[in-house]
């Protein structure tokens, strides 16, 4: 407890899954708050709860992203955490062969260009402080392929992974850290309503698991705050996998 007392943290995507648990373990770790998202209604009672502000914003509109960062520096006169999680995973993202063109826009445009537009307008700020620490959140498809495409997304979070090790390069000597937080799948209420319907899609992604279960938001949320906190200070340019060894599996525990 008290890692990032003194912080004032910006969370996107924050109203749900993992920007939600994230954001009440940075408070309960001492931060300040800023709940991100378009959902409004939850984005305020999210806020609410952990004594934090709440800001509208689209991360794919630079308007809204530009004007996010400075709302929160003209409020507390620092930004020292940014976690770039906001991300959409529609069922219209498909195979190649299926998705068309603006299915394959909207995704690239939320999940990609959303961390392009807040990286950039954040930097400046921990320029400034000559210190900071950036997390986007990519995922373990940005470094593996499934037979069960969801095209969009995958090249959205390779794209994520790259862009974030080459602002951890540039910015090291600044005292800015980058970091792309690659999570393995997470038990949301969203996997868990495509699951009860198919059994056997379930039981064909856990067996590559060799945890044999999907990541609660909490253990996620554990990551993302030691990315964040002076505990990881020589961690920058990094892909950290929180997978429950998916990644590094061949054959799997029966
Ligand atoms: N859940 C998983 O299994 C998993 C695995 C790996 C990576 N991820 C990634 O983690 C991140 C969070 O996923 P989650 O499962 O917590 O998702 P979620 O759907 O529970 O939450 C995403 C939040 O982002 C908000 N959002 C969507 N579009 C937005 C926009 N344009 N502007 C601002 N806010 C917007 C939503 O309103 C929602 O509150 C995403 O980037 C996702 O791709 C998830």
Same mark, same amino acid.
């Given at each position: 407890m008290g890692r990032l007392t003194d912080r004032v943290a910006v969370i996107t995507g =924050? =109203? %749900? *899954?993992i920007g939600l648990a994230t954001t009440r373990r940075f408070a309960e770790e001492g931060a300040t708050v800023v709940v991100v998202d378009i959902d409004e209604a939850t984005g305020k009672q999210v806020a609410d709860e952990v004594s934090g502000l709440f800001v509208r914003a689209d991360v794919t509109s630079a308007t809204d992203v530009e004007a996010l960062y400075a709302t929160v520096f003209e409020k507390y *006169?620092? #930004? &020292? #955490? =940014? $976690?770039?999680n906001a991300g959409i995973s529609p069922?219209? /993202? /498909?195979s190649i062969l299926t998705t068309g063109l603006d299915a394959w826009r909207k995704v690239q445009e939320v999940n990609l260009t959303s961390v392009y537009l807040c990286c950039k307008h954040v930097l400046p700020y921990m320029q400034r402080a000559g210190k900071g620490s950036i997390i986007n959140t990519a995922s373990f498809v940005a470094v593996m392929g499934a037979a069960t495409s969801q095209i969009s997304y995958t090249a959205s979070k390779g794209g994520v992974l790259a862009m974030s090790r080459e602002l951890g390069v540039q910015f090291a000597r600044e005292g800015i850290r980058v970091n792309a937080l690659c999570p393995g799948p997470v038990n949301t209420p969203l996997l868990q309503e495509l699951f009860a319907k198919d059994p056997e899609r379930a039981a064909r992604r856990l067996v590559h698991i060799p945890m044999g279960r999907f990541a609660e938001p909490a253990e996620i949320a554990a990551a993302v705050t030691f990315l964040a %906190? &002076? &505990?990881? %200070? $020589? #961690?920058?340019a990094s892909q950290f996998l929180v997978d429950g060894g998916l990644t590094g599996a061949y054959v799997t525990p029966l």
């Open positions: =924050a =109203a %749900s *899954g *006169g620092r #930004i &020292d #955490i =940014a $976690f770039n069922p219209e /993202d /498909d %906190s &002076d &505990d990881s %200070s $020589f #961690i920058t």
